[in-house]
């Protein structure tokens, strides 16, 4: 069942089946317009099959955004079922081969991953999806998982539309800087020397993930305000060169100014290697426009 604000939302039904209700929304508000799809799949392999046809023929003939709600009924990737059966591929094939044909993305989303649950078992069977001409349009969006709480084992999701607020998940960006910090190696090692089961896709895929969380707490913990760190430590080097020129026999600030240059140094370097990529993504993106 689909309910809408006719004081601001104009919504012309394209086709419905037993597992998917196509639309065209006009927002009165901002006067956007895409399509936008409600999804039920049913629950067997077998049976879900009509849906993704479906999808697939409305994808090849959409040509404005399309942001679909998604109940599969089924989880899109082996590490999205917790303490239940393990995740074979030939339950995810027919979903992933869809998902990545149509070219389509999760939308930022916040609070739960998982949006299903028996009290034992947890799974993502509920997505928000977006296809390209989403992201090419610059709509932005959130998807908020709220939690099932006692009237269903489901999570209610709100999506938030067209806030300027908002905007794209940063994707993960890797500075060169880091390399060259003394916790670097040890980081990457004992990420690496993870014990991590699985077939070897999904080792590899898991392992990537820990070692981003651990690269984004080493900049978090040594490079975030990077100028502002590189300010305080130029002043503290100039600060301690100044008292030493007054007390040039003092061996005690002597041995401090070492360690102050060398920090002044690290954090200089990793300043200049930090703008160097901000300006080179910079010029990539204009000359890609």
């Known amino acids: 069942m689909v309910m809408w604000n006719l004081s601001k939302v104009a919504l012309e039904p394209l086709g419905c089946s037993p597992q998917v209700i196509h639309c065209k929304i006009s927002c009165l508000v901002s006067l956007k317009v895409f399509n936008m799809s409600f999804i039920y799949g049913l629950h067997s392999i077998v049976s879900r099959r009509p849906l993704w046809n479906s999808i697939m023929e409305f994808g090849m003939q959409c040509s404005n955004p399309w942001l679909l709600l998604v109940d599969f009924n089924n989880v899109l990737r082996v590490d999205e079922r917790f303490n239940g059966a393990d995740v074979f591929t030939y339950e995810i094939s027919d979903c992933q081969d869809y998902y990545l044909s149509a070219g389509l993305s999760d939308l930022q989303s ?39 709480g006692c009237l269903s084992d489901h999570s209610t999701i709100i999506v938030s539309l067209f806030d300027q607020v908002m905007g794209r998940k940063k994707p993960f960006g890797f500075f060169n800087m880091w390399s060259n910090h003394e916790d670097f190696q040890t980081v990457v090692e004992s990420t690496w020397r993870m014990n991590v089961r699985g077939n070897c896709q999904f080792v590899l895929c898991k392992k990537l993930f820990f070692l981003k969380e651990a690269l984004k707490k080493l900049n978090a913990n040594h490079f975030s305000h990077i100028s502002v760190r590189g300010n305080r430590a130029s002043k503290a080097l100039e600060d301690a060169q100044l008292q030493l020129s007054c007390q040039p026999d003092n061996e005690v ?9 060398k920090e002044a140094k690290v954090i200089e370097d990793a300043e200049h290697l930090f703008f160097s990529h901000k300006a080179k993504c910079s010029f990539l993106r204009d000359s890609d426009r």
């Not at 009290?119 to 998807?143: C, M, Q, T, Y």
């Not at 600030?253 to 240059?261: D, T």
């Open 253 to 261: 600030l002597q041995g401090e100014l070492l360690g102050l240059c």
């Open 110 to 148: 916040m609070r739960c991953f998982f949006t299903w649950t028996n009290n034992s078992v947890l799974s993502k069977i509920d997505r928000v999806l977006v296809n390209p001409l989403w992201w090419a349009a610059r709509f932005s969006g959130l998807a908020h998982f709220l939690p099932p």
